[in-house]
């Protein structure tokens, strides 16, 4: 234990130096510190915004790689379907009419291949520097120079109902669960994105899909965005073609069959 005659009493010189120098000593610190920060900070921007250009993690970049790997994760899962299938074709006790019925509503929920005639159909952005090519219009809004998602709907409803077998909309087979949506300009399908222009094939009686088509009151109107401003649109006959079965995975929980 110290003697308390050698310490030294409040107020004293010697207690003021013992309580000054400490913290004139941390105030330095801080000061340097923050110069040291202030200098570091500025040969890292050298003049450029370091929140907005440290980000290297953009919002389009999250999605656009959540799609590339949701691609991945159809192939994994459209090659885990393959097995299966080919485990399934081993005899397992079923008759030949069960195997038909099973092949026939696999054919209609769209996850086996469907081979016929088609049409592809193409639609695309008008260009940006669009104006009206008809009297009596008015120049355009930006909103009338791009896809919207109902374009896309009534095109795939229009092909349905012309009796197609199976539609692919871009790289992907629809099944009665898909849901074309569009976020901005891009299109949003079965958890993948894609931009214009966008192509949809249907696998079915060409005239009949052609003319259902034409028939379309929203693809009418559509029309006059294609003559009016330039939207892209274009109908070709593909011969022959394969469309692949839908590889995905199936949200649907509850169903009962339609009487």
């Known amino acids: 234990m110290s003697n308390s005659a050698d310490s030294p009493q409040p107020g004293s010189s010697a207690a003021r130096r013992g309580s000054f120098r400490p913290v004139r000593i941390l105030t330095v610190g801080v000061f340097a510190l923050a110069g040291l920060l202030f200098f570091t900070s500025f040969h890292t921007a050298k003049g450029t915004n370091i929140r907005t250009d440290a980000s290297l993690l953009k919002l389009s970049d999250l999605i656009q790689e959540r799609s590339r790997k949701n691609g991945e994760l159809d192939e994994s899962n459209a090659a885990l379907r393959d097995q299966v299938e080919a485990l399934a074709e081993r005899d397992d006790g079923s008759t030949k009419a069960e195997d038909e019925k099973l092949a026939a509503l696999e054919k ?11 049409i ?135 169903a009962k069959p339609v009487e």
């Open 108 to 118: 209609s929920a769209g996850t086996q291949k469907v081979t016929g005639e088609a």
């Open 120 to 254: 592809t159909v193409t639609l695309d952005d008008a260009p940006p520097n669009a104006t009206a090519k008809l009297p009596g219009y008015p120049e355009p809004q930006p909103d009338y120079l791009v896809i919207h998602q109902q374009d896309l709907q009534a095109v795939v409803n229009a092909l349905w109902q012309g009796g197609a077998e199976g539609i692919k909309v871009m790289d992907q087979r629809l099944i009665s669960t898909s849901a074309v949506r569009c976020v901005g300009n891009t299109l949003i399908l079965q958890g993948r994105v894609y931009s214009p222009p966008y192509k949809i094939q249907a696998v079915g009686d060409p005239d009949r899909l052609q003319k259902a088509l034409a028939e379309s009151p929203a693809i009418q109107n559509y029309m006059v965005y294609v003559n009016v401003y330039g939207l892209g649109w274009k109908v070709e006959e593909n011969g022959t073609v394969t469309l692949p079965g839908y590889s995905g995975t199936v949200d649907l929980r509850h």
